[in-house]
Each structure stands twice: as structure tokens, then as C-alpha cells.
């Protein structure tokens, strides 16, 4: 037994009910649920079609997500998420760089290590080696002026605790920002890199050694194993090559607004919705969100 869940932008929900029998019927699944009204719906399905990407990729035309799973053991005990781009809508190396003068050339090679182009830990020397010499006080007006979160987050966060699940944060970026992205968002426990400091300003060295793919499976492997859980009991959930390792590893990996070449090695790819889409998956509805 399988579950087929649609999804949209919670923002602008355009899922129809015509939209969702059209499918349901063409694929003899069961009677809809709905989990958000225009916005998310699943039902369930003996076994799926061979066409299942085919109307992926008519969906997306739609704006509507396509996730199919199966029914048993999709709610979660553990998440492990990436930061950059996936519970913030930014870079923040990108965001330094912009600070120190070096933004274009910097944002050039992030993109092309996030899409698997380079090496991550090379790429994220080299680019913290551009920021020597800014002023370390540049961190936090960073993070008071340019950090945003996504849309979706703190609920995300609050309801997966509220049910009993442990929440990690797991970032190739800076523990400077990951520290008070994980306070404000109530993560459990974060790990991250660490930008070194000498006499107020950044070295343009990192710590080693560098937390990049294998760091992030690690995580996920020691902190099950802390609690008793296995790794298809984990939902993870990223954009970047560096996240791969990870999303290949847990229950479910997600990814979320990636870049395409991460995408097309994930099933579970949302382009629409926002984290939120992380609970709808699991089989929460919008009505049973924490926070």
C-alpha cells in the first residue's frame, strides 16, 4: 500500500477537488483525505503506476507536488535538516561575501558546489579564504538584516516535537548562524563549521576538519544509534550535493527546492510547497500543527 500525496504553496493553495479525483480515479486509489483545503491531499493506492513521473512532471506544470510513499512508517521519530536554502532562504557565505566586497565571484562558486560541480570542502575553503580580514561584528549584522526563514519552519519543528520526534540541524555553513537558527526554531541539537577569528576578524580560515556530506551521515547514523531509532525512521530534508548523502540514507529525503541535479536523484522532490509539506507527507493535517 502506498500513499499519493498532492501539494501546493500553501501560500497561493490551488489544489482542486477535480484535479485530485481526476488522478485518483485514473490510478483507482481510495477515497481522498484532505489535509490542508487547496492545498494538500493523499489517498491511497494498491500499487503505483508505471507512468508515476510522466504525471510528475504534468503536475508540476500545475504547481502541484507529486510525492508517493508508502503507508507504513511515513510519521517520523527524528529530522535532520540542512540550514542554507532549506531552513533559511539564504546562503550565508553568500551573504559575507556580499559584506566584504566579494559577492558575485563567492555566490559562482557556492552555486556550482551546491549542484555537485565541485568539491565541497575545497569550494568552501576557497571561499572563506575570499572573506579574510572582515570585520567578525559583520556576522551578526548579517544575521539581523539579512537572514530570513522559511516559510513553514517553526511549524514543522514544533509539531514533529510535540509528537515525540528529535530535531537536528546539520550544516556545511557557520555555527555563528546555525546556533540561532536552531535556538529560534527550536532544534534539538546542530552541528556546522567554524569560522576562525583572530583579533575581531575572520582569518579567512574554516576549522578543521570540514563538516561537508560525510559529516552529514555521519550525524544522522551516530544520533539514531543514540536513540534506539533507525534511519528509515528519519526524514531528512536539503537542497545541495552535500545533502545527498543523507537523503539517500534516511526513511525519507527530501528534497526541497534543490538544485536539479540533487532533485533527480531524490523521489521525494518538493518544488512548490514549503516546509510545511514535511508534516502533509508524514500524514499530519493542518489542523493538528504544533506552534
Given at each position: 500500500m502506498h500513499i499519493v500525496t498532492l501539494?501546493?504553496?500553501?501560500?497561493?493553495?490551488?489544489?482542486?477537488?477535480?484535479?485530485?479525483?481526476?488522478?485518483?480515479?485514473?490510478?483507482?486509489?481510495?477515497?481522498?483525505?484532505?489535509?490542508?483545503?487547496?492545498?494538500?491531499t493523499?489517498?491511497?493506492?494498491?500499487?503505483?503506476?508505471?507512468?508515476?513521473?510522466?504525471?510528475?512532471?504534468?503536475?508540476?506544470?500545475?504547481?502541484?507536488?507529486?510525492?508517493?510513499?508508502?503507508?507504513?512508517?511515513?510519521?517520523?521519530?527524528?529530522?535532520?535538516?540542512?540550514?542554507?536554502?532549506?531552513?533559511i532562504g539564504q546562503e550565508c557565505i553568500d551573504e559575507l561575501a556580499d559584506e566584504a566586497g566579494v559577492g558575485p565571484r563567492v555566490a559562482d562558486i557556492t552555486a556550482r558546489?551546491?549542484?555537485g560541480e565541485l568539491d565541497f570542502e575545497g569550494a568552501l575553503r576557497e571561499r572563506v579564504g575570499l572573506l579574510a580580514g572582515l570585520d567578525a561584528a559583520?556576522?551578526?549584522?548579517?544575521?539581523?538584516?539579512?537572514?530570513?526563514?522559511?516559510?513553514?519552519?517553526?511549524?514543522?519543528?514544533?509539531?514533529?516535537?510535540?509528537?515525540?520526534?528529535?530535531?537536528?540541524?546539520?550544516?556545511?555553513?557557520f555555527t555563528n548562524f546555525a546556533a540561532k537558527v536552531a535556538a529560534d526554531l527550536g532544534f534539538d541539537e546542530h552541528q556546522a563549521n567554524t569560522l576562525l577569528v583572530a583579533d575581531g576578524r575572520l582569518t579567512g580560515k574554516v576549522s578543521e576538519p570540514i563538516l561537508g556530506r560525510e559529516a552529514k551521515v555521519e550525524a544522522l547514523n551516530r544520533i539514531t544509534a543514540r536513540l534506539g531509532i533507525t534511519p528509515a525512521q528519519v526524514m531528512a530534508v536539503g537542497d545541495g550535493a552535500n545533502d545527498l548523502g543523507?537523503?539517500?540514507?534516511?526513511?525519507?529525503?527530501?528534497?526541497?527546492?534543490?538544485?536539479?541535479?540533487?532533485?533527480?536523484?531524490?523521489?521525494?522532490?518538493?518544488?512548490?510547497?514549503?516546509?510545511?509539506?514535511?508534516?502533509?507527507?508524514?500524514?499530519?493535517?493542518?489542523?493538528?500543527?504544533?506552534?
Open positions: 501539494l501546493t504553496n500553501p501560500a497561493t493553495p490551488t489544489l482542486t477537488p477535480a484535479t485530485v479525483e481526476a488522478l485518483r480515479d485514473a490510478w483507482g486509489g481510495g477515497m481522498a483525505r484532505w489535509l490542508s483545503p487547496g492545498a494538500a493523499e489517498f491511497t493506492v494498491e500499487t503505483l503506476p508505471g507512468n508515476i513521473w510522466d504525471v510528475w512532471a504534468e503536475m508540476q506544470g500545475m504547481g502541484i507536488d507529486l510525492v508517493a510513499q508508502p503507508a507504513e512508517g511515513r510519521r517520523k521519530k527524528m529530522l535532520i535538516a540542512d540550514m542554507d536554502s532549506t531552513m558546489a551546491m549542484n559583520v556576522i551578526d549584522k548579517v544575521l539581523s538584516e539579512r537572514i530570513t526563514y522559511t516559510p513553514g519552519g517553526a511549524a514543522l519543528i514544533a509539531t514533529m516535537k510535540a509528537n515525540g520526534a528529535h530535531c537536528v540541524l546539520v550544516s556545511g555553513g543523507m537523503l539517500g540514507l534516511a526513511g525519507a529525503g527530501v528534497a526541497l527546492h534543490a538544485k536539479p541535479a540533487v532533485a533527480a536523484q531524490c523521489d521525494i522532490r518538493i518544488n512548490h510547497g514549503d516546509l510545511t509539506a514535511l508534516l502533509y507527507l508524514q500524514g499530519y493535517a493542518r489542523d493538528a500543527f504544533a506552534g
